[in-house]
């Protein structure tokens, strides 16, 4: 291997869409925006005989925990750090716009740019075996493929303020790095820190500026484009905010998670702070699940765990394969959902056998849906968030988004003969459905065809 090569390994933490980076450079190394279960950039630095020498964090992160603590845990001499701008309880290097870190060959400049937080970070390296001019910049949440930062989380009192920050941030500072200038963003596609950011996971300077709409606005357009901007706002971002600002307890300090026979197990359900998660796949959720479990199908348990779930409840599971509890855990605990319990031993099949009682959900057909709707005998609640409801609607739907619904169930109008619940494509209506009939809602059903398959079979929807 030759040393000297810059190289970068993108890690993707699924659902949460976040991405961070292992850089590395002759024999030493740093980590941007590491994710908390932080053992994977540990490994990379053995098997690239390299010395993580520096964490960098581009910002405080609303919507994950931050793993820059868990992973100085397993590399002492790193030092962690991140911008000046917010008083963090933790780390070793509070970062000024222009400050510069030699790390292998690398030349790692600081830039303060200001927009999504006041506090977020750029570095932009230089590769200085070749030249002193930069070659790529780590840019968080200020710029990402076919999108920006969003300018919300702040202060929403403060929205205009940090949109024309983001934009002196992107055209002044950002965008005159040079065009050749890859960027490697905080997040991809399917994160809830953009609108449409694209599935290509790193860009350049001058493609962004010649394909990325927000760029060709005047300031004038993007500041009255980011507040009329509606995103998805969950629960779960002040609790993140303040951990990223504190400093997450260490996951080596949690209890271990246990393997609950059926008795623990059932105990456990009655309980009302406790929150079984099923995680099999959500179809088959549908057809028998253990009573008072809710669904989150664990393809999609990575995004809506943080949407659905709250720091004051425990948690336990049922999987569908063991080897599925790794995925499971890491989901909450990178929404900083610590207190996992335990898992049901051998999963619903053991529950099954035990002759205990199972329930279903049923689902519903286009045409059932489109009758009950004309007949008046079906009530259909709709998922999604507001910003997505607003866009279009099927006609008669209420809005019960999945970020809210905890704390909404109970007031539910669920007097017609079959409350149905609709998403896109079936994951979050699954998740509400079981969540409402966790709250007594029996007379449920989830339309799985979805507003796609609505639309494609040619019904209307309003907007």
């Given at each position: 291997m030759v040393k000297h090569l810059v190289r970068i390994t993108t890690i993707r933490s699924e659902g949460l869409a976040a991405l961070s980076y292992f850089v590395s450079s002759e024999n030493e190394a740093m980590v941007i925006d590491p994710r908390r279960d932080a053992l994977i950039y540990h490994n990379l630095a053995t098997e690239s005989e390299s010395k993580i020498t520096h964490i960098f964090e581009t910002h405080r992160n609303e919507d994950y925990v931050t793993g820059s603590l868990e992973l100085q845990s397993y590399v002492p001499d790193a030092e962690i750090g991140h911008s000046k701008k917010t008083k963090f309880g933790y780390g070793d290097l509070d970062l000024a716009d222009g400050d510069i870190f030699q790390i292998g060959k690398m030349k790692v400049t600081c830039l303060n740019t200001p927009g999504h937080t006041d506090d977020s970070m750029c570095y932009v390296v230089a590769d200085t075996s070749v030249c002193p001019n930069p070659i790529v910049a780590f840019t968080g949440d200020t710029l990402f493929v076919n999108e920006v930062g969003r300018t919300d989380l702040v202060d929403i009192r403060k929205h205009s303020e940090m949109s024309k920050k983001l934009y002196a941030s992107l055209h002044d500072k950002v965008l005159t790095l040079g065009d050749g200038v890859i960027i490697h963003p905080g997040h991809g596609a399917g994160s809830a820190c953009g609108g449409a950011i694209g599935d290509r996971e790193f860009s350049t300077i001058g493609?962004?500026?010649?394909?990325?709409?927000?760029?060709?606005?005047?300031?004038?357009?993007?500041?009255?484009?980011?507040?009329?901007?509606?995103?998805?706002?969950?629960?779960?971002?002040?609790?993140?905010?303040?951990?990223?600002?504190?400093?997450?307890?260490?996951?080596?300090?949690?209890?271990?998670?246990?393997?609950?026979?059926?008795?623990?197990?059932?105990?456990?359900?009655?309980?009302?702070?406790?929150?079984?998660?099923?995680?099999?796949?959500?179809?088959?959720?549908?057809?028998?699940?253990?009573?008072?479990?809710?669904?989150?199908?664990?393809?999609?348990?990575?995004?809506?765990?943080?949407?659905?779930?709250?720091?004051?409840?425990?948690?336990?599971?049922?999987?569908?394969?063991?080897?599925?509890?790794?995925?499971?855990?890491?989901?909450?605990?990178?929404?900083?959902?610590?207190?996992?319990?335990?898992?049901?031993?051998?999963?619903?099949?053991?529950?099954?056998?035990?002759?205990?009682?199972?329930?279903?959900?049923p689902s519903v057909s286009i045409e059932d849906l489109h009758t009950g709707l004309e007949n008046n005998t079906i009530g259909i609640f709709d998922a999604r968030e507001s910003h997505e409801y607003e866009q279009e609607w099927i006609a008669q739907s209420m809005i019960s988004p999945l970020t809210r619904i905890e704390e909404e169930v109970l007031h539910i109008d669920d007097s017609a003969a079959t409350n149905v619940t609709v998403c896109p494509s079936g994951f979050r209506s699954t998740t509400a459905a079981s969540i409402m009939k966790r709250n007594g809602i029996n007379n449920v059903a989830v339309f799985l065809s979805g507003i796609k398959g609505w639309k494609a079979k040619g019904y209307p929807v309003e907007s």
């Open positions: 493609f962004e500026k010649a394909n990325n709409a927000w760029l060709a606005m005047d300031e004038e357009e993007f500041i009255k484009s980011k507040v009329n901007q509606r995103l998805t706002l969950s629960s779960h971002f002040k609790r993140c905010e303040k951990l990223n600002t504190d400093g997450p307890p260490l996951l080596s300090s949690r209890k271990p998670i246990e393997e609950l026979d059926i008795s623990e197990f059932e105990k456990l359900l009655v309980h009302p702070d406790q929150r079984a998660i099923d995680t099999r796949p959500h179809t088959d959720f549908l057809k028998a699940h253990i009573p008072r479990t809710i669904s989150l199908n664990l393809n999609r348990i990575g995004l809506i765990a943080g949407w659905v779930l709250r720091a004051n409840q425990t948690f336990s599971f049922i999987l569908n394969d063991f080897d599925d509890l790794k995925q499971a855990s890491n989901s909450l605990y990178r929404v900083g959902l610590d207190n996992i319990i335990g898992y049901l031993k051998n999963g619903f099949n053991e529950w099954r056998k035990s002759g205990r009682a199972v329930e279903s959900i």
